[in-house]
Each structure stands twice: as C-alpha cells, then as structure tokens.
C-alpha cells in the first residue's frame, strides 16, 4: 500500500512558477512510477506528466511540455512538478498517482494510487 500527500499548489500570477511536491509512504516508491494529473473545474481530469521508477524517462502533455519539468528523488521517497511560465488555463487541482509498474503512462487509468490532490490557482 502506498500513500501519497501532495503540496506546494497555491496562488500564483500568470508567468510565475510553482514547484509542487508529492511524498510518498511505503518501501517500494523506487520501483513505482509515478505521475502528474489535474482537474479543472467541469472538466475531466487530464494527464500531464509521468516519470519512471528511476527518474531516466520522463513523458508529457502537449499542453506543458517545455513549461514543466517532472523529477524523483527515491531516497526522499518524492516526486516533483516543476510549473514555469503558468498560464490561467493551468488552473486545476493537481494529483500525484502511482503505479505498481516501472514505466508510467498517460492513463489516468494505469495508476493505483493516489493523492488527494493540491489546488493551482493561477491569475491573469
């Protein structure tokens, strides 16, 4: 069983960063690959981003991909999204999942665990 506790979201102006954060508990985070949701409101939840166990591949949206960067450290049982150049549209609750495999994917469905989630709000 994993247990994953987001933070870092918050309030930020178009153009700004945020750096989120997602711990997880349990022995077997290096072994699982882990990845970036958000919903917006009405919306259904989109991918991001994934990374695998080790932190070599990394996969993205064509929505983020080059405003955000997505890391793990496995001996801090952690993993990260880099936000730059934030845009209104970012705006979402943001979940960390895990998968009990080494690769990750875009499927929201591939994942079994997940966060509660973190809320970014970002204003134009």
């Known amino acids: 069983q994993v247990q994953l506790v987001e933070s870092g979201g918050g309030l930020v102006q178009a153009g700004g960063s945020l750096r989120l954060s997602c711990a997880a508990s349990?022995?077997?985070?290096?072994?699982?690959?882990m990845g970036w949701f958000r919903q917006a409101p009405g919306k259904e939840r989109e991918f991001v981003a994934t990374v695998n166990w080790s932190g070599s591949s990394t996969y993205y949206a064509n929505s983020v991909k080059g405003r955000f960067t997505v890391s793990r450290d496995n001996a801090k049982n952690t993993v990260y999204l880099q936000m730059f150049s934030l845009k209104p549209e970012d705006t979402a609750v943001y979940y960390c999942?895990?998968?009990?495999?080494?690769?990750?994917?875009?499927?929201?469905?591939?994942?079994?665990?997940w966060g509660q989630g973190t809320q970014v709000t970002v204003s134009s």
């Open positions: 349990g022995r077997t985070f290096s072994s699982y690959a």
């Open positions: 999942a895990g998968r009990s495999t080494s690769y990750g994917s875009a499927s929201f469905q591939a994942y079994d665990y």
